[in-house]
């Protein structure tokens, strides 16, 4: 097994302990909690430290990868600063599991090249909005698929042992507002930069391709939930179901495209 393999599978089996250890007898924020939390960071931010050392990657389980490491960071973050946020863990830690397994899966497809007009430092801004833009989204989904079960929990009056383990729903609510106006802002910073990038690159400031698209409609969707938030009061399962849906829509546009393009054509 080559060094490449290797910490691939590293930072794939550094993610299995933050999967499971939510499902133990007594759940708490303790030591070992915070242990496996700062394993399930290492593990995918080593890993994506190497594939970008030399220069960015266009591929798309390097994009996976490095959306996973930010989502574990941003988690982490988000733990320290709030009380309930760590009981997201069930939900979030399996998901990003998955994601491993799959960029492990896509590891050596064919990449799509990248800009080779616009400036490196411009470039490098970009991708990193990008990767923000996930990581934030990732949580803000997170905590409304929480709140969202939570809720449909107490409707059945029908507890399970996963809801058990989640936040209470305004405390997912809450989170998940303040985690969409963030994402809001990172991802117009991430329109912007990407259309000053399209510029340098071709002259044009649109293109208007799946993934523009895609970005535009979902920064509208966010822009519009947290207006009818203020204004209408929307809240429940109909505010959960269109972060979801801004969250699917960034995902098909930024992992979707590059799936279709270096996977299923290539």
Not at 104 to 124: K, Q, R, V
Not at 141 to 159: E, I, M
Not at 182 to 191: F, H, Y
Request: proline share 4%; with cysteine; aromatic share 8%.
């Amino acid at each position: 097994m080559s060094m490449l393999s290797s910490l691939n599978l590293a930072a794939l089996v550094s993610l299995i302990p933050a999967a499971l250890l939510p499902f133990r007898t007594q759940n708490q924020r303790d030591s070992w909690f915070w242990a496996v939390l700062a394993l399930a960071v290492l593990g995918p931010l080593l890993w994506s430290v190497s594939l970008f050392s030399e220069n960015w990657s266009a591929g798309l389980a390097a994009d996976l990868w490095a959306g996973i490491a930010a989502s574990m960071i941003l988690f982490t973050g988000v733990c320290l600063l709030e009380r309930q946020a760590w009981r997201l863990m069930p939900l979030l830690s399996p998901y990003l599991l998955l994601l491993g397994l799959a960029a492990s899966l896509l590891a050596g497809t064919a990449e799509l090249p990248l800009p080779d007009n616009a400036p490196g430092a411009w470039l490098d801004l970009h991708i990193l909005v990008s990767v923000g833009v996930i990581a934030t989204l990732t949580l803000a989904a997170v905590a409304a698929l929480g709140s969202f079960l939570q809720s449909r929990a107490l409707k059945l009056k029908k507890p399970n042992r996963l809801t058990r383990l989640l936040p209470a729903v305004a405390d997912s609510e809450r989170l998940s507002e303040r985690l969409l106006a963030v994402s809001e802002l990172i991802l117009g910073l991430g329109l912007a930069t990407g259309m000053a990038t399209q510029y340098l690159e071709s002259g044009n400031f649109l293109k208007l391709d799946h993934k523009t698209l895609l970005s535009l409609l979902a920064f509208a969707v966010i822009g519009l939930l947290l207006i009818g938030r203020r204004v209408c009061g929307v809240r429940g399962q109909m505010a959960a179901r269109v972060v979801l849906l801004a969250y699917l829509l960034i995902i098909l546009g930024y992992f979707g495209v590059k799936f279709v393009h270096q996977v299923l054509l290539s």
